[in-house]
């Protein structure tokens, strides 16, 4: 394994308050979740522009996504070596075989976990944000999955993850239980079983997400409204 010295992120790059968009990024691991057009995969672009070092997995070939990253990859291999040559925002394409692009994150995943091992990190530093779109694709409820290692241990290795997903009912539990954020956009009716579950108080702020790219963060107490990034 390589050294990654110069991927550790530097002194000035602490946690931040204010805006909506900071308080996320001062907290830890964070959920997306918003229907087809409501401008999440935007957002989590505009958000990449302030991240130090990246990986966005990209299995819609999001076009967004190509105006903040340096170079596009879909061998699961050549993420780490991409890192270990300096690249910081990288775009990785799985393969549509959703079996295949298990194994191809949880190849990534490791690397990851491995390059952060030898970094010895003070806790809650992030050298890395890991970024996977469409998420329940590769994590489904009640499934057994790697991607939960990212949300569980992740933290240990200075590794952030967020997790974008369309339909947030059908996500695996431990991811969505590890989060310290959660960012909404208008969802559809389908996703009411998940609000449900998790005891999430949408009704007083569903007509602010209803209007466009309009969303709410929410941290397990309380909620704040955003407007458009």
């Known amino acids: 394994m390589g050294n990654f010295e110069h991927l550790k992120p530097s002194p000035e ?8 968009v900071d308080r996320v990024l001062s907290g830890k691991h964070v959920l997306v979740v918003g229907m087809t057009g409501s401008g999440k995969t935007y957002w989590m672009a505009k958000v ?3 991240l130090p070092c990246f990986i966005f997995v990209n299995p819609q070939e ?3 996504v190509d105006t903040v990253t340096d170079i596009v990859t879909d061998e699961a291999d050549k993420v780490i070596e991409l890192l270990e ?3 910081r925002r990288i775009q990785f394409l799985p393969d549509d075989d959703v079996i295949v692009g298990i194994d191809q994150l949880e190849t990534i995943r490791r690397d ?10 003070k806790e809650d530093t992030f050298w890395v944000d890991f970024i996977i779109d469409e998420i329940q694709d590769y994590a489904w409820l009640g499934s057994r999955n790697d991607l939960e290692n990212v949300f569980r241990r992740g933290r240990r290795y200075g590794i952030r993850g967020w997790a974008l ?3 947030p ?11 310290s954020w959660q960012v909404l956009f208008r969802l559809g009716q389908y996703s009411s079983i998940y609000f449900k579950n998790y005891r999430i108080p949408i009704e007083q ?7 466009d790219y309009h969303y709410v963060i929410y941290d397990g107490k309380k909620m704040y409204p955003c407007n458009p990034i």
């Open 85 to 87: 040559e300096g690249y």
């Open 169 to 179: 009912q059908n996500l695996a539990k431990v991811i969505v239980n590890n989060v």
């Open 48 to 50: 990449c522009e302030r």
């Open 13 to 20: 790059f602490r946690e931040m308050e204010g805006s909506c």
């Open 205 to 211: 702020y569903q007509n602010h997400i209803d209007k």
């Open 165 to 167: 997903s369309q339909q």
């Open 62 to 64: 999001e076009r967004i």
């Open 112 to 121: 990851l976990v491995d390059a952060g091992r030898d970094m010895h990190l």
